[in-house]
């Protein structure tokens, strides 16, 4: 039995002292795919545009300047607001929090009930739930759009079915926008809840049933509490990959539907792109998800003091 702390303390002199070249690896990985082309997006967002594309290295903050503000066609006019770019903004965050919402409302019954069953039917249902992963999202997205259009499989089983007259005009809408988004990312919503009531302890829901509490009371003062990380864990990946995406707008929606992660495409796209513009309105969508992320994190903090 004394063999273990030695063996426990040896291990650990081997590694003391050697910390930084262990992480070393992590750091260039790091640095290398995450902080650089975030710096040079920054650096790129303060650049002037090219005529035929590309950026001219003149530093300026004409870039924010056209997101924020309008000054005309010939840029001589005084400013006025640009709520182009700030509605396409707030498109994108009512969007990704209505389908953050969806798929939390479906999430968490569906999590609920996988991390119920038995450990053996528990690993085929995750199976279920991880499927549509091993295809990519384009053409998971595409499929949908198949499935939906005016000639697609669902409109003609409704009308074969005398439900509807005439197809349902779903496609180019926010409902689609809304559809794709939604199965695009449930399973982000499932999988960190699911792992959160698996360690639950249904005790202490038998223990406040015998104290005569009702199940909407045992939910909100007990459950819920104890799979509280799970849940904000679930939104923070459902939200945030839906703020930045454009393959559910771009396929699914139109031109009313546009979003910020097609704004951000378009930019970059082509020989007449403004990569400037576009690096500026990364940057403000990365400060937008750094202050969702700073929110979350300061909340645990305090959580974790109490």
Not at 42 to 59: C, D, H, M, P, Q
Not at 84 to 99: N, V
Not at 175 to 190: E, K, N, R, T
């Amino acid at each position: 039995m004394a063999a273990g702390p030695s063996m426990g303390g040896g291990s650990s002199r081997i590694y003391r002292g050697n910390g930084v070249k262990l992480m070393l690896p992590s750091w260039l990985i790091i640095g290398s795919f995450l902080l650089l082309p975030v710096m040079m997006m920054a650096v790129y967002s303060f650049l002037t545009k090219e005529f035929r594309g590309g950026v001219i290295w003149e530093f300026s903050l004409a870039a924010y300047d056209q997101f924020f503000f309008d000054r005309g066609l010939f840029g001589d006019e005084p400013p006025k607001l640009e709520w182009t770019y700030i509605g396409i903004f707030w498109r994108s965050i009512w969007q990704a929090g209505l389908a953050t919402i969806a798929c939390l409302l479906i999430g968490f019954p569906t999590a609920w009930f996988i991390a119920t069953r038995d450990p053996k039917s528990r690993s085929i249902w995750l199976f279920l739930v991880t499927i549509p992963y091993w295809v990519n999202l384009l053409i998971r997205t595409v499929s949908m759009k198949f499935l939906i259009r005016d000639t697609g499989p669902l409109n003609e089983f409704l009308m074969a079915s005398g439900i509807i007259s005439e197809p349902l005009g779903l496609i180019n809408t926010n409902f689609a926008v809304q559809l794709g988004l939604f199965y695009s990312y449930l399973p982000f919503m499932v999988l960190p809840i699911y792992a959160a009531v698996e360690r639950y302890d249904f005790a202490l829901s038998e223990a406040a049933a015998d104290l005569y509490a009702g199940t909407w009371t045992i939910l909100r003062l007990v459950i819920l509490p104890v799979v509280k990380p799970g849940i904000i864990a679930g939104c923070i990946l459902v939200f945030v990959p839906s703020l930045g995406a454009f393959l559910a707008p771009d396929l699914l929606g139109g031109a009313k539907t546009f979003m910020i992660g097609s704004l951000i495409e378009e930019q970059f796209k082509g020989s007449a792109g403004n990569w400037p513009f576009g690096a500026a309105a990364s940057m403000i969508l990365l400060t937008i998800v750094m202050c969702v992320l700073l929110v979350y994190a300061r909340s645990q903090n305090k959580g974790e003091a109490r």
